[in-house]
């Protein structure tokens, strides 16, 4: 299989508490990305890390990168009711002239009020 | 202003018609992607334009028809439609240069009945 793969597949939490979602991949990459998709709506891109980068962060977002172990992890601290959503996570990579994306899964993410 | 808009939102049709999905991007990206999500949420590449020019087809049946009138269109056009193709179809965008992450449309979801 070409996927990615993400782990857990389902988290729930409270509000408050902080989540972590990992992601596994295959091949080399250029870059990873993590994208969120709230139900019903278009995916929404949240990092960009690339493969020589270990560690990034956006707001209360932290995104860790370890190609040694070809993984990924995904860290939203002190989550809100409004970060449920399934979350993505795409490995970018070259195939000839073109560039392309694998893409897992994606963990569904349930934030408890 | 939606960066990347495509109509309409929902398309309900009898098996056997031809319908089209249209996409637009405003961003001055040169790379634009249809993707097909089914209802486990996997996002499967379907084609893939840069600058007009077909760079990825993703063993599509041929009833499935991309057109790139310019950098800034892709349409996707569907023959001879069948219960399988009920989906949510997204288009998306990017630059090729591997600069930032994808845009995606809100989704066109598919219901063939």
């Known amino acids: 299989s070409q996927q990615g793969e993400e782990d857990p597949q389902a988290l729930s939490i409270q509000e408050g508490e902080n989540a972590t979602m990992n992601c596994s991949y295959k091949?080399?990459?250029?870059?990873l990305q993590w994208y969120r998709q709230n139900s019903g709506r278009g995916l929404v891109h949240l990092i960009l890390i690339r493969s020589n980068e270990r560690e990034k962060h956006s707001g209360r977002l932290r995104v860790t990168l370890d190609t040694s172990k070809k993984s990924s992890s995904l860290l939203i601290t002190a989550s809100r009711a409004a970060d449920t959503a399934s979350y993505f996570c795409a490995t970018g990579y070259n195939a000839g002239n073109n560039r392309k994306l694998i893409w897992g899964l994606g963990t569904s993410l349930a934030v408890n009020p | 202003d939606t960066a990347v808009s495509q109509t309409p939102k929902y398309l309900v049709t009898q098996m056997g018609n031809d319908k089209s999905i249209k996409c637009e991007q405003n961003?001055?990206?040169?790379?634009m992607y249809w993707y097909k999500q089914d209802s486990k949420k996997f996002l499967k590449i379907m084609f893939s334009y840069n600058n007009k020019e077909l760079i990825i087809n993703e063993t599509v049946p041929n009833r499935f028809s991309p057109k790139s009138p310019d950098k800034a269109h892709l349409n996707l056009h569907i023959n001879s439609l069948e219960l399988g193709d009920s989906a949510v179809y997204f288009c998306?965008?990017?630059?090729?240069?591997?600069?930032?992450?994808?845009?995606f449309g809100s989704g066109t979801r598919l219901t063939v009945v």
């Open positions: 091949t080399s990459i250029n870059n």
């Open positions: 961003l001055g990206h040169d790379t």
């Open positions: 998306a965008s990017s630059l090729s240069n591997g600069q930032g992450g994808y845009t």
